[in-house]
């Protein structure tokens, strides 16, 4: 056996939320409902810029996939020099630790939240504090009082994954302003385009205030591209040269970076999809709460009911008995909006609590 790294005994292996068997997977026979996909294919412009894009395979893509940049610095109104592309926004979760956290160093997230964060810190020697939610959601006065000297890097998942909740810009202003200036706060906003732009705030408002302050949006959830794997920062431009610097060369395939541009493009057509997800989605919550499920208020592409373990497991079993697959999280199950046919589906299998063991943990 080999000799491994001390910090390898703290990094558990990532468990995808899809878990059916090869054969379900050839034949399509699952109703997803564990990973936060899009429902829908990709449109028709971006299967043809994905088919222009695969007769160059045999070269290596544009490093600097300046023309994304390009187009996403539209799209935000920042400098190209701003942003900086990953193999999904993992990837730049990953530079973002790498660049500023020591060994022995901390990085403060909340719990339940996206569990690739502490495996990140784990991996890079450093220590993670875990901060409770609180009702479900973030509490930004604990999120504050938990950084110290130690304190490197500060994730904010939001819309928090798995519960849907959201930050108000009130208190996002809140905890960024209390992060000391030298302590990089990563706001993640994976699931931002799902957000009601009355009630989300999002960081992106707020980078031209802090230098420290990166934040996080992806390809995979809104625009339908999960299997591309493409993501993206946007940040000072000095942290932004740093992350550059901590990137994996050529990341980012050919056929991604022509497919994200494409899915810019389309973007009135995007935003009809994006719609109707938000529409399914306040409708099953509705309907699930109606059976007598707690459901937090959720901005994302899922919703999460809160169970303990013995209603999670039987909630879990009993959706698998029907072929849909759903994610087991902390306190609860998490479940993604799919087509309506879908989500049928899913509240047949369900059913009430009533109907599943009584014993349940607080909301996260």
């Given at each position: 056996m080999i000799r491994v790294r001390t910090a390898m005994e703290a990094v558990p292996a990532y468990v995808a939320g899809r878990q059916g068997s090869f054969a379900d997977a050839v034949n399509q026979d699952l109703t997803q409902l564990a990973s936060n996909e899009s429902p829908f294919p990709p449109l028709p412009s971006v299967l043809a810029a994905i088919a222009g894009a695969a007769t160059d395979v045999n070269r290596y893509p544009d490093i600097d996939g300046l023309l994304l940049r390009a187009r996403l610095a539209d799209l935000h109104g920042v400098d190209v020099d701003q942003i900086v592309l990953g193999c999904g926004s993992i990837e730049v979760c990953r530079q973002a630790v790498t660049i500023a956290a020591d060994p022995d160093s901390e990085v403060v997230h909340a719990w339940?939240?996206?569990?690739?964060?502490?495996?990140?810190?784990?991996?890079?020697?450093?220590?993670?504090?875990?901060?409770?939610?609180?009702?479900?959601?973030?509490?930004?006065?604990?999120?504050?009082?938990?950084?110290?000297?130690?304190?490197?890097?500060v994730f904010v998942c939001n819309p928090n994954n798995p519960t849907g909740t959201a930050l108000t810009r009130a208190e996002l202003v809140t905890l960024v302003e209390a992060v000391p200036s030298w302590c990089l706060v990563v706001v993640d906003e994976a699931y931002a385009d799902f957000a009601d732009p009355r009630e989300f705030g999002s960081a992106l408002e707020l980078l031209g205030l802090h230098q420290n302050l990166l934040v996080l949006r992806t390809f995979s959830k809104a625009y339908g591209l999960a299997g591309l794997r493409v993501g993206y920062g946007v940040a000072d431009v000095e942290v932004a040269s740093l992350l550059l610097r901590a990137r994996i060369p050529f990341g980012v395939s050919s056929i991604a970076l022509a497919a994200a541009v494409a899915s810019i493009d389309a973007g009135p057509e995007l935003a009809a999809r994006v719609a109707t997800v938000r529409t399914e989605r306040d409708r099953m919550a509705t309907q699930l709460t109606g059976l007598g499920w707690e459901i937090p208020s959720s901005q994302a592409n899922f919703l999460w009911i809160a169970m303990g373990e013995a209603q999670a497991t039987a909630a879990a079993r009993r959706c698998a008995e029907s072929r849909i697959v759903v994610r087991r999280s902390p306190g609860g199950v998490r479940v993604t909006i799919g087509t309506e046919e879908e989500n049928g589906r899913l509240l047949d299998a369900l059913g009430s609590p009533a109907d599943l063991p009584s014993t349940r943990s607080a909301a996260p």
């Open positions: 339940p939240t996206f569990p690739e964060y502490a495996t990140i810190t784990a991996l890079a020697g450093a220590r993670a504090r875990r901060v409770p939610l609180v009702e479900a959601r973030h509490d930004v006065e604990a999120m504050a009082e938990a950084v110290t000297e130690q304190t490197r890097v």
